[in-house]
């Protein structure tokens, strides 16, 4: 399986500073056994298409989910082949850290914590799993009833736990033993199951994707479900990931035409569909979240900066 890294640099007015990169914007898995490196340099306005910078390799274990954590040059993933044990890999010199065992099942969400070493892990073992990735213990244990997704709100102290595509429970990081504080049930849909959930930025909104053709977006502290977007296409019950923009104001989502559809979160109408000529389904779309840019890959990768008037 293959482990893709980018460097994006930010955007100036007359195109790209050439100055110390960010952090990488982010990273996926996908077929070939193959992690690799680029450093995209695109000129404002445009859409970006790189090769490899380096290569590594991950054939025996197989690469699924990946996250950056907060060390520079590290990720934690989790495998698809063998087992499905959390891997924590230096990308430096492409060595393993520690390992994470205790799913039984694929590993379907995978979270770092904002603000310090703790991540989140669930499984079609119909688990969570609490980490620290200082020690390869589970710090804690979840069972629920159904497929989970989960998410940390934007503090670091509360997260999210999607159940059954059907409900989403809210737990404080520091008592989650005790229970969840909250506890949302969403209408069942029949046609689709919960595949992702995300806090906005400003930790009002949550975002739930689905391997259907919609998704919906709910008020964080009520639970009500304020806008349900559709009208792209994935007849094929693919995951496909959503995402806010970092000013939490616009919702995006691939499709299985390999387009990006935008719609405002506020109103709910579709305001852009952006071709970026993906030859595939659109299953990872993620911003950079300290500069104006966005990548979308399927089996190739797409660059976006935005078009600045003068």
Known sequence: MVIYVWNVLPCAKDGCGLGTPPPPLGCHGNDGGVARYFHAHPSAGTIGYYGPKRTLYSKKYGVDLIRYTHAANTVVYSSNKIDDTIR????????????????????????????????????????????????????????????????????????????????????????????????????????CEWTGLKFSNDGKLMLVSTNGGMVRLIDAFKGAVLQTFGGYNNNKGISLEASFTPDSQFVMIGSEDGKVHVWNAESGLKVA????????????????????TFASACSNMAFWLPTIDD
């Open 88 to 191: 924590y890999l230096s990308l430096h010199d492409n060595k393993y850290i520690r390992y994470f065992h205790g799913h039984s099942k694929r590993v379907v969400a995978l979270c770092m914590s904002p603000v310090d070493d703790t991540f989140m892990s669930s499984s079609l073992d119909k688990t969570i799993r609490l980490w620290d990735l200082r020690s390869p213990n589970c710090q804690g244990l979840m069972h629920l009833q159904g497929r989970p997704t989960c998410s940390f709100d934007p503090e670091g102290l509360i997260f999210a736990a999607g159940v059954n595509s059907e409900i989403i429970k809210l737990y404080d990081l520091r008592s989650f033993d005790k229970g969840p504080f909250a506890t949302f049930k969403m209408q069942y849909e029949r046609t």
């Open 273 to 292: 569909v952006l071709d970026g000529k993906h030859t595939g389904p659109v299953s990872c779309l993620q911003f950079n979240p300290k500069f104006m």
